[in-house]
Structures are given as structure tokens and as C-alpha cells.
């Protein structure tokens, strides 16, 4: 688990309303006991000057993934807003699914990362915010990842690939082509 404490995380937030944050990470996850830790720590990371929420949502796993959830939300509970499922709803009905996390978000922007990935850049979310808040006619912010094997194999492959939508602002059609 992360060194830091909530209160060193939302000491860069200043006085805003912590019921309204900024950005809203999503993170679903499913039998991901052997990564959440990383992919959990790697948003509370994330050095900020605005208020985020990590809307975590565990389906039902089977494995240690809803205990290790349970030990975050209890050491960040003004961050860390937990969704245990007792039934596995991605199965059944992945829109219903996603239903249920949007009602749980209240970020003006959503960050998406899944249970088994993690970020590497702790001001991935102060960037990507800022080029949203300063390019209103902009609506998605994206960056290139890399692709990692179980076993910790780092792939060469990255996407976008490099040395394309090298441009600060690409369009939906570049972003398709790519």
C-alpha cells in the first residue's frame, strides 16, 4: 500500500468541496488480487491540485480483490468509493453495469484504468486536466501505453504507436485511423 497518507494526497486540493471532484477514476475489476494494489496505488499518486475520487467497482471476484479494496477504503475514505457486486454483472449485462458505476462518479472528467493496468506518470491527471480545462472544444485526452506480459514482460508495442499523433490535437479521424 501507498506511503502516503489522504491527508498528504488532498493537501494540494486547497479549499474545495471534496463532494465535487474534478476528475472521477474508474476502475472496474475482477479477480485482480495481483494487480488492484498497484493499479490503487498508482492513482493515489497522482499529484493534483484539484479534488479526484477513485469510483472502484469490484464484480464479484473470488479471489483477495474485494478484501485488498476493503484495506484502501479504509485508509482513504474520502477518495477511495468502493462498488462490491455479489453477483458478477459483467456476464449478465455490461451496460447495466456501467449504469451502476456512472451513478457512483462526480467528476467533471472520467479517468479510466482497469484493475489489472497501473499508471506510471504521477501527474498524468494534473496534465491530461489541464489540456482538457484549456481546450474546451476538446472531449477525450489520451495517452500512449505500453503493453505489459502476466510475468512482467515488457512488449516493445506501444499504442498510439510512436512517432504518430505526435500533434498536441488530433481529430476523432486520426484517432480511428490510428
Not at 489522504?6 to 495481483?34: F, M, R
Not at 512488449?155 to 505526435?166: D, F, I, N, V, Y
Request: glycine share 4%; hydrophobic share 35%.
Amino acid at each position: 500500500m501507498l506511503k502516503k497518507s489522504q491527508e498528504e494526497i488532498i493537501a494540494n486540493w486547497g479549499d474545495c468541496d471534496l463532494s465535487q471532484p474534478l476528475v472521477s477514476i474508474k476502475c472496474t475489476a475482477y479477480n485482480h488480487a495481483n494487480y488492484i494494489e498497484k493499479a490503487l496505488d498508482s492513482f493515489l499518486m497522482q499529484e493534483t491540485n484539484f479534488p479526484f475520487e477513485v469510483v472502484v467497482h469490484d464484480d464479484a471476484s473470488t479471489d483477495r480483490t474485494a478484501e485488498i479494496i476493503r484495506e484502501y477504503e479504509k485508509a482513504f475514505p474520502l477518495i477511495i468509493k468502493p462498488i462490491y457486486q455479489r453477483e458478477n454483472l459483467y456476464s449478465k449485462d455490461k451496460k447495466g453495469m456501467n449504469t451502476i458505476i456512472q451513478a457512483h462518479m462526480h467528476g467533471k472528467y472520467i479517468a479510466v484504468c482497469e484493475g489489472d493496468d497501473f499508471w506510471c506518470d504521477n501527474s498524468k491527471l494534473q496534465k491530461q486536466a489541464d489540456a482538457l480545462e484549456s481546450h474546451p472544444e476538446c472531449s477525450v485526452s489520451l495517452c500512449r501505453v505500453q503493453f505489459i506480459e502476466k510475468d512482467g514482460n515488457v512488449l516493445r508495442r506501444t499504442a498510439p504507436e510512436k512517432g504518430t499523433l505526435e500533434q498536441n490535437i488530433v481529430t476523432l479521424e486520426d484517432y480511428t485511423r490510428e
